[in-house]
């Protein structure tokens, strides 16, 4: 097999005249060879085959198989095809059943590739996208173990994109994720675009859930899920969370705040996000210029009233954080578990004990603030419970000489007399049994071995 610059140096050499014998020589190759690269019976960069197919015969076998069953493995196809007598290697096997396209098509397995895609219109203020983003190891003083999660909402007709990062999935924090990122975004949209998560409507059916039709009732939006295995039908959104994942969490350092970190994507949005070109009717402008275009309803005045909720561990000065801040219990919780509440759009939080007995009741802090928020009554209980267990006292040095005092060697005099006088009742009741044996046991007299020994002085048999 030649390379195609060499049948093209080949070609030009013979139109100007040099004979076949001469072209061979030049490029070092056989004069049959080349003879057959001019006339056209090789092709260059495809290597002929010098033996007949090995796998012709099995072939039609290969495609029965395949057809019974599109995902059987190729390693179970090649072991009943050595059963039958093949004798190549298995890249042998599988390069021929990729060259003749026997393994046919899944539409269900494989329903976003290889077929067409429509162009789906996106109204201006007519949908958002919304989607949980999973990122991986996130900074080990956040406490969320080892993933973070990350709501991202979307215009579908600008490409305006939001996050806010969350500590879980479940329904309270996704409404107040929701709540945050619509008013990032500057307003409700007339739908919102969700995939089949359970926390918005029944992944089997695509209804709605109850809990969930109220918070679309108090947003005045319509919920359109996405049809089944469909992924593609919110683009916009998928295309965000790769643009988050590996734009704004892949280089976030590790000793950022939840707090620290969910300013710095604000800003990564409207610094970087918001300035991408898009193609319009009117020539190219940025997303946020078309994005102000968009006709979008206010927000309502407050969140949906949902109620979150998180546990927390109590510090040892009898503080609970939560949301970069931290909160004042009494002090007898030190050290103990509980579970701090907050019904979006209020001005409190509460903490409960794991029973649901409240306990504390605070205003509640600006996220981030790092202030310390503490009732009158815990800072004067706190102070008391410190000032109780204070110790004035030495500490006692760890190398001082101290010897056994009086009571102590009085208590081992009185453990040696009561050692020895057991010691001495246990031999008066062994001697007493020796000399006073069972009358059922077997008496032995030594009288006869005695007798027997007299006179023997030697080991004679």
């Known amino acids: 097999m030649i390379t195609r610059e060499e049948d093209i140096d080949i070609h030009a050499l013979f139109r100007r005249g040099w004979t076949i014998s001469a072209i061979a020589r030049h490029v070092g190759r056989d004069r049959k060879t080349i003879r057959g690269y001019l006339r056209g019976d090789r092709v260059a960069g495809v290597r002929a085959l010098t033996t007949a197919d090995s796998f012709e015969p099995y072939a039609a076998y290969c495609a029965a198989r395949l057809a019974e069953d599109p995902h059987v493995w190729a390693t179970t196809l090649f072991d009943e095809l050595l059963d039958l007598g093949y004798d190549r290697s298995y890249p042998t096997f599988t390069r021929a059943v990729r060259a003749r396209g026997l393994r046919p098509h899944c539409e269900p397995c494989r329903p976003a590739k290889d077929r067409p895609v429509a162009v789906i219109e996106h109204p201006p203020g007519d949908e958002t996208q919304w989607d949980w983003v999973d990122l991986p190891n996130p900074p080990a ?23 806010w990062l969350s500590a879980s999935m479940d329904q309270p924090h996704l409404i107040d994720g929701l709540d945050r990122v619509t008013r990032a975004l500057g307003g409700c949209t007339t739908g919102w675009r969700f995939d089949r998560m ?11 859930t109850a809990t969930f039709a109220a918070v679309a009732k108090h947003y005045g939006v319509v919920v359109r899920p996405c049809p089944p295995r ?35 994507l604000d800003a990564w949005c409207s610094t970087r996000g918001d300035v991408r070109l898009r193609a319009t009717v009117d020539g190219k402008a940025t997303v946020a210029t ?46 103990a578990t509980v579970t701090v509440s907050h019904r979006l759009g209020g001005g409190h939080l509460d903490i409960a004990t794991p029973a649901g007995t409240v306990i504390a009741r605070h205003t509640l802090a600006p996220d981030g603030a790092g202030v310390m928020v503490r009732d009158h009554g815990h800072v004067l209980a706190l102070e008391q419970a410190a000032m109780t267990a204070a110790s004035s006292a030495t500490p006692h040095r760890r190398k001082q000489r101290i010897p056994p005092g009086a009571d102590a060697l009085a208590a081992a005099e009185a453990l040696r007399t ?20 069972a ?9 006869r071995y005695a007798a027997a020994a007299r006179g023997r002085n030697t080991l004679k048999k």
């Not at 003083?141 to 996050?163: D, E, F, I």
């Not at 359970?198 to 709605?208: D, K, L």
């Not at 009358?439 to 009288?447: G, N, R, Y």
């Open 141 to 163: 003083q956040w406490g969320w173990g080892s993933t973070a999660h990350l709501l991202v909402g979307a215009l579908a007709h600008s490409g305006r994109w939001r996050g």
């Open 198 to 208: 359970a926390t918005v409507v029944h992944p089997e059916s695509g209804r709605v």
């Open 230 to 264: 469909r992924g593609n039908r919110k683009g916009v959104v998928e295309k965000a969370n790769h643009v988050a994942a590996q734009r704004f969490w892949r280089n976030l350092p590790d000793d950022v705040t939840v707090e620290q970190a969910q300013a710095r």
């Open 290 to 335: 078309v994005a102000a275009a968009e006709p979008l309803r206010p927000a309502p005045a407050a969140p949906f009233p949902a109620t979150l909720s998180v546990t927390r561990v109590v510090s040892a000065q009898a503080l609970v954080s939560f949301r970069g801040n931290r909160y004042s219990v009494a002090p007898e919780l030190a050290k």
């Open 418 to 437: 009561n050692i020895c006088g057991a010691a001495a009742l246990a031999a008066t009741n062994t001697a007493a049994v020796v000399a006073e044996p």
């Open 439 to 447: 009358t059922d046991e077997v008496v032995i007299d030594l009288a």
